[in-house]
């Protein structure tokens, strides 16, 4: 009967040290996975980061590439005036505001009527619609 006694407190004592062991062991899987999820929401949102920033970064270079192909564009087109460099949208130099330039005979120059606020202005051999007010440049017809 003693050594039922004493094998039978050995494994109480064994199973009594291995108890907090077992439970320790559920905690650290339990803990693992935490981890697991968190690595994994960080890896997810450092990926949507680099998206995102790729995204900007490609936007980026089609704004600018767009901008480089109107400025080429701009400079490979003729524009008004002798030294062809009055563009639509711009403002109409301020040596054009006199009356010598402006055209009131419209008609005999086969141009349309201008919009109220507007007048046809001559420069050189081409014509400029531009606004009274701002001088701002409306339409170009280029002469020969």
Do not use: C
Not at 19 to 28: E, L, M
Not at 123 to 144: K, P, Q, R, W
């Amino acid at each position: 009967m003693n050594k039922r006694l004493i094998a039978g407190s050995m494994i109480a004592v064994l199973l009594s040290a291995n108890a907090p062991a077992f439970a320790q062991h559920g905690h650290d899987r339990a803990q693992e996975r935490r981890e697991e999820r968190r690595e994994f929401r960080d890896e997810r949102r450092d990926e949507r980061r680099d998206y995102r920033d790729q995204r900007r970064e490609d936007h980026r270079d089609y704004r600018d590439d767009r901008r480089d192909d109107r400025r080429d564009h701009r400079e490979a087109r003729r524009g008004a005036g002798p030294r062809h460099d009055l563009y639509r949208g711009q403002r109409l130099p301020a040596n054009y505001h006199h009356k010598q330039y402006v055209v009131d005979n419209w008609r005999a120059h086969r141009l349309s009527a201008p919009p109220r606020g507007y007048h046809w202005v001559q420069v050189g051999n081409d014509y400029v619609l531009a606004a009274i007010a701002t001088g701002i440049i409306a339409s170009v017809l280029l002469g020969n």
